[in-house]
């Protein structure tokens, strides 16, 4: 009889285990939204026709939020779209970054100066933009900052990372 109550006791308690549920379960991160980051331009050089900048994320919000994958892109002149080509590059690739209040991510930026065949060589290859739209990974709605880089040649082409922490 022992023996049987200990075999039923023990059942129990494992069965009980299995399906227990931790008491202090973390709440999920969620996604940063357009309207919790503030976006800007850190240019980082030229050589030889090449053009390269950062373009950093920063949680303007209250709460930690998460970043994952590329940032899309459109320039823009006087409101009007400018070519855009955004190439996604794999590195670094696409990671999950947690962003605390007032901590910023970045994406690596490349593009050129140098026209390319069917391009204009003795004007900018493409218009010259004002702002840079910038759309989050997941989002729809873009976060403007100013375009300083110049013309975009290559029909547009910008080479973009995945966001990576700072």
């Known amino acids: 009889m022992k023996t049987r109550t200990i075999a039923a006791l023990a059942g129990a308690l494992l069965v009980t285990g ?5 008491a202090s379960a973390a709440p999920a991160i969620d996604r940063c939204h357009s309207d919790q980051l503030r ?5 980082d050089g ?3 026709g090449n053009r390269y900048a950062h373009l950093v994320a920063t949680n303007s919000g209250l709460e930690a939020c998460t970043l994952y994958g590329f940032p899309g892109l459109q320039l823009t002149k006087a409101g009007a779209a400018v070519a855009t080509q955004a190439q996604w590059t794999g590195q670094p690739g696409p990671a999950t970054v947690t962003l605390q209040p007032n901590q910023a991510a970045a994406t690596n930026l490349h593009w050129t100066a140098v026209a390319h065949e069917g391009e204009p060589e003795d004007t900018p290859c493409q218009p010259i933009a004002d702002t840079l739209q910038v759309i989050p990974p997941d989002e729809t709605t873009p ?15 910008i080479d973009t ?3 990576y922490r700072l």
């Open 18 to 22: 299995l399906f227990a549920v931790p």
């Open 39 to 43: 976006i800007g331009l850190v240019n």
């Open 46 to 48: 030229a050589g030889a």
């Open 143 to 157: 976060v403007h900052t100013a375009w300083n880089g110049g013309p975009v040649c290559g029909f547009g082409a």
């Open 161 to 163: 990372s995945a966001f």
